[in-house]
């Protein structure tokens, strides 16, 4: 089929296309808030013992992950500078000087970092720069919270995948029981985005491969953006 846009057309390609990507993301945010709020509180007569089960657990699965997005993002403003961040800091600033305005010094940097992927001190950096909203620290710790939040989610979906729902509810649970894990969400700008982009990985992995011969473009989409992710933040420099 080609979409070719017709001289006195009511119809739009470009504008119609992107009304009804909108229109069908907010069919599916709708669908996901009755499935998660409101749906356990009017499971129907009809539904077996498993059905109801299954409701509930897929509800608590999705309000932990919502408040995972929410709580640690809120938490990270408490969190002081590490010892490794100020090596982010300069390589994000210098990787947006390169593509903003032409300094070239991220490649001749002589820590070593440059030779590791910068896509996360980018986005920090970036952030920043364009909005001001807290200091570049703050936002490393606000963006790395929001990141290490999606890596727990992605825990408990690659659990959810090869355990069911009670396997990954209780994965999500430990992650944020664990106080190293959990304390490393709010200022490592290196091993938590990689580790976000290795489970995403995984968990993509194994959906396209459940998925063959016929993996869905859901499933290229994701396994390309984790593993491209993952080798943006941490490819091995040897």
Known sequence: INWVNQPES???VI?????MFFGVLTIAMRIWFYNSFILPFRIPATATSEQRRHIRLR??????????????????FQFAITGDEHWHYDYGNSVYNYFFHGDTSAQTATSGIQYYGGIFD????????????????TTMHFINALVGAIGIIYAGKLARLMGGLNAGI??????V????????????????????GYTAGIYF??????????????HVFGLVCSIGWAMGVRIDRK
């Open 177 to 196: 029981l664990s106080p190293s894990w959990f304390g490393h969400n709010f200022a490592n700008p290196k091993d938590i985005p990689f580790s976000v």
């Open 170 to 175: 209780l994965t999500m649970i430990f992650l």
């Open 10 to 12: 009511k119809v739009h």
């Open 122 to 137: 980018f986005i920090t950096a970036f952030c920043y720069n364009i909005f001001h909203i807290w200091s570049h620290y």
């Open 59 to 76: 509800s608590v699965f999705n309000v932990i992950a919502v408040l995972l997005v929410i709580a640690m993002p809120a938490m990270s």
């Open 205 to 218: 992995i194994l959906l396209y491969l459940k998925a063959l011969p016929h993996p869905t473009a859901k």
């Open 15 to 19: 504008k119609d296309s992107i009304s």
